[in-house]
T-cell receptor
Framework: KNQVEQSPQSLIILEGKNCTLQ??????????LRWYKQDTGRGPVSLTI?????NTKSNGRYTATLDADTKQSSLHITASQLSDSASYIC??????????FGDGTTLTVKP | DTAVSQTPKYLVTQMGNDKSIKCEQN?????MYWYKQDSKKFLKIMFS???????INETVPNRFSPKSPDKAHLNLHINSLELGDSAVYFC????????????????FGPGTRLTVL
């Protein structure tokens, strides 16, 4: 069982709609949590980075939330665009130097 | 200018061969990484170098040997390639180690798709 679980595994939405991706983790001791967007055939691109004390962080139409007590994070995408179609990966870094990646959520935005 | 570049982009080779993948970053970062992404798209860190010194070496077979000639380069040499080595390998860099600070944003290269026949 992965210590960073993402859901759903895949998601299809219509252009213009909002969606929320989930990331639950058990790794510790927590240092920071990152969300990445990975387009097909490309390397991951950083969207947000959050530390223990941060609850919300936005990057344009992307808003990440973090609840360090329940060890849950979400990535909300507002007014989706076709270019949002990609894999979204949640990564948790620990103070011990360990980096654990989630399996990713594949988002497809249809016109 | 490409921030993190990798060569080659594609690599097809026979089992048992030795091959190298090169990575260069022009961001002035101190830390570089190698990641492996398997067919299920699962990313896993392999190595992390900080100021040319090996910091993290996950459970990677010793057939994989990273080499950092300077802070801007981290090459990956693979000996005696096996079928299971087929994957996409990503190089990344950050100013400092990602786990130490949220200010250390990681920048990834475009990936090298390795196919072992």
């Amino acid at each position: 069982k992965n210590q960073v679980e993402q859901s759903p595994q895949s998601l299809i939405i219509l252009e213009g709609k909002n969606c929320t991706l989930q990331c639950n983790y058990t790794v510790s001791p927590f240092s920071n949590l990152r969300w990445y967007k990975q387009d097909t055939g490309r390397g991951p691109v950083s969207l947000t980075i959050m530390t223990f004390s941060e609850n919300t962080k936005s990057n344009g139409r992307y808003t990440a939330t973090l609840d360090a007590d329940t060890k849950q994070s979400s990535l909300h995408i507002t007014a989706s665009q076709l270019s949002d179609s990609a894999s979204y990966i949640c990564v948790v870094h620990t103070n011990a130097g360990k980096s654990t990646f989630g399996d990713g959520t594949t988002l497809t935005v249809k016109p | 200018d490409t921030a993190v570049s990798q060569t080659p982009k594609y690599l097809v080779t026979q089992m048992g061969n030795d091959k190298s993948i090169k990575c260069e970053q022009n961001l002035g970062h101190d830390t570089m990484y190698w990641y492996k992404q398997d067919s299920k798209k699962f990313l896993k860190i392999m190595f992390s170098y900080n100021n040319k010194e090996l910091i993290i070496n996950e459970t990677v077979p010793n057939r994989f040997s990273p080499k950092s000639p300077d802070k801007a380069h981290l090459n990956l040499h693979i000996n005696s390639l096996e079928l299971g080595d087929s994957a996409v390998y990503f190089c990344a860099s950050s100013q400092g180690l990602a786990f130490r600070s949220s200010y250390n944003e990681q920048f990834f290269g475009p990936g090298t798709r390795l196919t072992v026949l």
